[in-house]
């Protein structure tokens, strides 16, 4: 059974920066690709970043591009989010997701396995 486990959330000011990380377990990491989306309250799941099995293509919400950068170590079965620069915007619970299939894409459903998530707090 395919698990996935976010961590390295917090609370930070404006401007800090963090690093999550999705632990895989289940199955082969290296045949999945990995998103990574975000959830507050009453909106929509937003699309963050995503990341091919091989981790030669990557896809960057337009929200986050040049902040955040998605990466992959399929020998510790962890994908990576770091997010520099952050502002309050990017306060939600961010969630990592996997999929077989193949390409990457920005919506929810193409995504077959979802960890539980990991809250950040930006303060102002």
Same mark, same amino acid.
């Given at each position: #059974?395919? #698990?996935?486990?976010?961590? %390295?959330?917090?609370?930070? /000011?404006?401007?800090?920066?963090?690093?999550?990380? @999705?632990?895989?377990?289940?199955?082969?990491?290296?045949?999945?690709? *990995?998103?990574?989306?975000? /959830?507050? $309250?009453?909106?929509?799941?937003?699309?963050?970043?995503? *990341?091919?099995?091989?981790?030669? +293509?990557?896809?960057?919400?337009?929200?986050?591009?040049?902040?955040?950068? *998605? =990466?992959?170590?399929?020998?510790? +079965?962890?994908?990576?989010? #770091?997010? +520099?620069?952050?502002? $309050?915007?990017?306060?939600?619970?961010?969630? @990592?997701? %996997?999929?077989?299939?193949?390409?990457?894409?920005?919506?929810?459903?193409?995504?077959?396995?979802?960890? #539980?998530?990991? /809250?950040?707090?930006?303060? =102002?």
């Amino acid at each position: #059974q395919v #698990q996935l486990v976010e961590s %390295g959330g917090g609370l930070v /000011q404006a401007g800090d920066s963090l690093r999550l990380s @999705c632990v895989f377990s289940g199955r082969t990491l290296s045949t999945y690709a *990995i998103g990574w989306f975000r /959830q507050t $309250p009453g909106k929509e799941r937003e699309f963050v970043a995503a *990341i091919n099995w091989r981790g030669d +293509n990557r896809y960057y919400g337009d929200s986050v591009k040049g902040r955040f950068t *998605i =990466s992959r170590d399929n020998a510790k +079965n962890t994908v990576y989010l #770091q997010m +520099n620069s952050l502002i $309050p915007e990017d306060t939600a619970i961010y969630l @990592c997701a %996997g999929t077989r299939a193949t390409g990457l894409r920005n919506y929810a459903s193409w995504y077959d396995y979802w960890g #539980q998530g990991t /809250q950040v707090t930006v303060s =102002s």
